[in-house]
């Protein structure tokens, strides 16, 4: 659980980065997945890595923030190189491991996959880590705002996406306070293959639902006596908007990385 | 002026009333403990200050403004700031300042006048320079006091504090209890604590203790702590120097009887 806690999780700081819009970031987000998956080959994904790192070191966020999203996603990155390049049998390979043979061309298909999730969760982790939810749900509701066009409620969706945000950190306390209670009284959490492991936080999940939904009702409550009433006629204290600085840098910044994607 | 006119609340139609023909009034300036065991009503009490709650029957008006009534609701509830028990349940904001900003962006406020009112509640509640803090960072006593920042930011002219200090260590409480006396002395805000604690009822003005959803007691804490037997029926216990000024008293020491924490009896023998 502790592990889980802090993932993307805010970095205050004041940066190039940080000071973007929001919705400049969201559009760049966006370019950059789009370069990713249209990119055919190295050397379109370490331009476009590049620009991450760049990034990276721009936004002045410590490496180990970075990094830590990359280790919920370690597993899937691992079985994405052995599903490729491992061969049953095979008649050439780069290395034999018994009846299994490294396979060249999967190899190198594996390792382009690993390294696009690599570079896609370090860039959209980078944009929670240097927007602060209200900007990034701000920035989410000017994106979305022609969606009301079609009656689509994006203020509240925007507001449930910011609370959600807010209380990431809360709830990994709360679990990890209901683990160490759970310990104390016997219970083993660390032991056993993952299905035993899995089933031992069952008896985690049940008071920690409970607790949530004890504080949502709560939380309502506080919200409505302090004149919350959905998002219509509310007003921000930090109107933000896009300058022109921010438009030069979503298109520019945008533009280069998807054609980076396009062409290389 | 919150005026209570026989007020009694069932949470259901056959149940007993939680509150049952409740008669009060709290006036700006005023600071008012409402006191009483688990369940004699007094959560109720504050959550029908500002319409959270709407009486079964008599009536609660907040500067004339009927709490039942839907189309006044939101002036009510700007005009009484709420602080809850638990401040991590009413903090929506991620930072610090964002969250102060959440009643006033409610109320529709432009931004200029919001960041005004952000950094006048902020320093009221003595958390200027954490503007930029996330929540889950800042000490108990402060997460309080910017619940309280949250309300203040409402410019409210009654404050509802339900149990304000009950998960706050003897410095948070401290910190919190002198920014209450400061918002009814010096600000004028009328002020309502809901609590089980002597400690914070030995500064309110007046006391109400509830037992099972009537007014037991209405009277000055002075009195309230002078009569042990009403204190034990409200629920409400003096701790170690409360005991002991009350045994000094016996002996004829001259401590007075709203000196119920260390503090003040210390001080009370020094004079």
Same mark, same amino acid.
């Given at each position: 659980?502790?592990? $889980?806690?802090?993932?993307?999780?805010?970095?205050?700081?004041?940066?190039?980065? /940080?000071?973007?819009?929001?919705?400049?970031?969201?559009?760049?987000?966006?370019?950059?997945?789009?370069?990713?998956?249209?990119?055919?080959?190295?050397?379109?994904?370490?331009?476009?890595?590049?620009?991450?790192?760049?990034?990276?070191?721009?936004?002045?966020?410590?490496?180990?923030?970075?990094?830590?999203?990359?280790?919920?996603?370690?597993?899937?990155?691992?079985?994405?190189?052995?599903?490729?390049?491992?061969?049953?049998?095979?008649?050439?390979?780069?290395? /034999?491991?018994?009846?299994?043979?490294?396979?060249?061309?999967?190899?190198?298909?594996?390792?382009?996959?690993?390294?696009?999730?690599?570079?896609?969760?370090?860039?959209?982790?980078?944009?929670?880590?240097?927007?602060?939810?209200?900007?990034?749900?701000?920035?989410? +509701?000017?994106?979305?705002?022609?969606?009301?066009?079609? /009656?689509?409620?994006?203020?509240?969706?925007?507001?449930?996406?910011?609370?959600?945000?807010?209380?990431?950190?809360?709830?990994?306390? +709360?679990?990890?306070?209901?683990? $160490?209670?759970?310990?104390?009284?016997?219970?083993?959490?660390?032991?056993?293959?993952?299905?035993?492991?899995?089933?031992?936080?069952?008896?985690?999940?049940?008071?920690?639902?409970?607790?949530?939904?004890?504080?949502?009702?709560?939380?309502?409550?506080? #919200?409505?006596?302090?004149?919350?009433?959905?998002? +219509?006629?509310?007003?921000? $204290?930090?109107?933000?908007?896009?300058?022109?600085?921010?438009? $030069?840098? #979503?298109?520019?910044?945008?533009?280069?990385?998807?054609?980076?994607?396009?062409?290389? | 002026?919150?005026?209570?006119?026989?007020?009694?609340?069932?949470?259901?139609?056959?149940?007993?009333?939680?509150?049952?023909?409740?008669?009060?009034?709290?006036?700006?300036?005023?600071?008012?403990?409402?006191?009483?065991?688990?369940?004699?009503?007094?959560?109720?009490?504050?959550?029908?200050?500002?319409?959270?709650?709407?009486?079964?029957?008599?009536?609660?008006?907040?500067?004339?403004?009927?709490?039942?009534?839907?189309?006044?609701?939101?002036?009510?509830?700007?005009?009484?700031?709420?602080?809850?028990?638990?401040?991590?349940?009413?903090?929506?904001?991620?930072?610090?300042?964002?969250?102060?900003?959440?009643?006033?962006?409610?109320?529709?406020?432009?931004?200029?006048?919001?960041?005004?009112?952000?950094?006048?509640?902020?320093?009221?509640?003595?958390?200027?320079?954490?503007?930029?803090?996330?929540?889950? &960072?800042?000490?108990?006593?402060?997460?309080?006091?910017?619940?309280?920042?949250?309300?203040?930011?409402?410019?409210?002219?009654?404050?509802?504090?339900?149990?304000?200090?009950?998960?706050?260590?003897?410095?948070?409480?401290?910190?919190?209890?002198?920014?209450?006396?400061?918002?009814?002395?010096?600000?004028?805000?009328?002020? &309502?604590?809901?609590?089980?604690?002597?400690?914070?009822?030995?500064?309110?003005?007046?006391?109400?203790?509830?037992?099972?959803?009537?007014?037991?007691?209405?009277?000055?804490?002075?009195?309230?702590?002078?009569?042990?037997?009403?204190?034990?029926?409200?629920? &409400?216990?003096?701790?170690?120097?409360?005991?002991?000024?009350?045994?000094?008293?016996?002996?004829?020491?001259?401590?007075?009887?709203?000196?119920?924490?260390?503090?003040?009896?210390?001080?009370?023998?020094?004079?």
């Amino acid at each position: 659980m502790r592990a $889980m806690s802090g993932i993307g999780q805010y970095v205050p700081l004041d940066s190039p980065l /940080h000071r973007l819009d929001a919705a400049a970031k969201l559009g760049i987000t966006a370019a950059l997945t789009v370069g990713l998956f249209t990119a055919d080959g190295f050397a379109g994904l370490a331009l476009i890595a590049a620009a991450v790192v760049a990034a990276v070191v721009v936004s002045r966020v410590p490496a180990r923030a970075v990094t830590r999203g990359l280790r919920a996603v370690g597993l899937i990155v691992v079985f994405t190189v052995l599903a490729n390049s491992l061969r049953w049998a095979p008649s050439i390979a780069l290395v /034999h491991l018994g009846p299994l043979g490294v396979d060249a061309a999967g190899l190198h298909r594996g390792l382009f996959f690993a390294v696009r999730i690599v570079v896609l969760v370090v860039g959209t982790t980078l944009l929670t880590l240097t927007t602060s939810p209200v900007q990034l749900s701000g920035g989410l +509701e000017r994106v979305l705002a022609p969606l009301k066009l079609l /009656h689509v409620p994006v203020g509240d969706l925007a507001m449930t996406l910011s609370i959600a945000l807010r209380f990431i950190p809360t709830t990994a306390e +709360e679990a990890e306070g209901i683990v $160490m209670a759970q310990q104390a009284r016997g219970a083993v959490f660390d032991k056993g293959g993952p299905v035993a492991r899995a089933r031992a936080y069952a008896p985690v999940l049940v008071p920690l639902f409970f607790q949530l939904f004890r504080r949502a009702d709560a939380l309502a409550t506080a #919200m409505e006596a302090r004149c919350y009433r959905g998002t +219509e006629g509310r007003t921000r $204290m930090k109107e933000d908007r896009m300058g022109a600085g921010d438009w $030069m840098a #979503m298109i520019g910044i945008g533009a280069a990385l998807a054609l980076a994607g396009w062409f290389l | 002026m919150i005026v209570f006119e026989d007020v009694t609340l069932r949470y259901r139609p056959d149940a007993a009333p939680a509150l049952d023909g409740v008669s009060l009034s709290v006036a700006p300036g005023d600071i008012v403990a409402i006191v009483g065991a688990n369940g004699s009503g007094k959560s109720t009490f504050a959550r029908l200050c500002d319409g959270l709650l709407t009486p079964s029957s008599g009536r609660v008006t907040v500067d004339g403004l009927d709490t039942s009534d839907e189309a006044t609701i939101w002036d009510v509830r700007s005009a009484v700031g709420m602080v809850f028990q638990d401040p991590d349940d009413q903090i929506v904001g991620t930072v610090v300042e964002e969250d102060c900003a959440f009643g006033p962006e409610n109320l529709g406020l432009p931004s200029d006048r919001i960041v005004e009112r952000v950094a006048e509640a902020l320093a009221t509640a003595g958390l200027t320079g954490l503007e930029r803090r996330e929540p889950h &960072l800042l000490s108990e006593g402060q997460k309080q006091r910017l619940a309280i920042a949250g309300a203040l930011a409402m410019r409210p002219r009654y404050l509802v504090f339900d149990e304000p200090t009950a998960m706050l260590d003897p410095a948070g409480r401290r910190s919190v209890i002198a920014a209450i006396k400061r918002l009814a002395r010096e600000e004028g805000h009328g002020v &309502l604590i809901v609590s089980h604690d002597v400690a914070d009822v030995a500064h309110a003005d007046r006391v109400v203790a509830l037992a099972a959803g009537r007014i037991a007691f209405d009277g000055t804490p002075s009195r309230l702590f002078s009569e042990p037997e009403t204190l034990h029926s409200c629920g &409400l216990a003096l701790g170690e120097a409360g005991l002991l000024a009350a045994e000094l008293r016996a002996l004829g020491f001259d401590v007075p009887a709203d000196a119920v924490d260390a503090e003040s009896v210390v001080e009370a023998l020094w004079r």
